[in-house]
């Protein structure tokens, strides 16, 4: 199965990424995740990134991209893929289509996760990341067992420094003039499916199950 999800940041994507992809299998690739590991390794894209990522700006297509086609080309996507935060502008979109032509990999679906500003804002308000491990937690909605510390595996759990309410708003525009016309993009390939972002978790996740396999997609 390959997969793109889309949507706002807040919508609950990361989360529902990690649960899906344990459940099939698939290679999670998140462009966010991959750009704060560049960044805490120092690496010439992390330096690069980091602006952009504090400002709640997008990164350079460029710098994405590659990212992403390079690990399309090395790792093992055999029991399929999840794009997770990628593509957010039509120009990234375009860059992956060739990719996946050249890999004779297209995508089967494009899942959206339409969601509410005032969902957007509690879950991003309250969003906590384990340092080590990267497992996203919420203080009200997704807490963990003891306060600041990773159920997994005991790491500190931090917020994230674009996950403030300025740089919050500075996403949601970015988002709304950059990233959001890729809804039309995916529906004029028939590829789109609209599903609520407001749904928590296990909620969402059975849908999702539901229609993949109704689709024949699993
Ligand atoms: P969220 O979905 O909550 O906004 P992400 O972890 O996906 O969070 O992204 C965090 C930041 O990383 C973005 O605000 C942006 O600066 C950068 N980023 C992530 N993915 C991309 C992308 N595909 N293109 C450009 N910038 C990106
Ligand atoms: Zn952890």
Redesign the pocket.
Known sequence: MKLVLLGP???G??TQAAVLCKEYNLLHM????L??EAVKNNTAQGIQ?KA??DR????P?EI?AAMITEKLKNEDVSAGFML??????KK?AEILDQALIELAMPLDRVVYFATKEETILTR?TGRRICRSCGRIFHVTNIPSKKEGICDGCQGELYQRN?DKEETIKN?IK?YNSQTKELIDYYQAKNILQQVSGDMDVNELFSVLKDTFKKSGLI
């Open positions: 940041p807040g919508a994507k990361g998140s462009t966010g995740d750009l704060r990134a952009y990522m709640g700006d997008l990164v297509d994405v997770d935060g990628f593509p957010r502008t990234q991003l674009d996403r970015v």
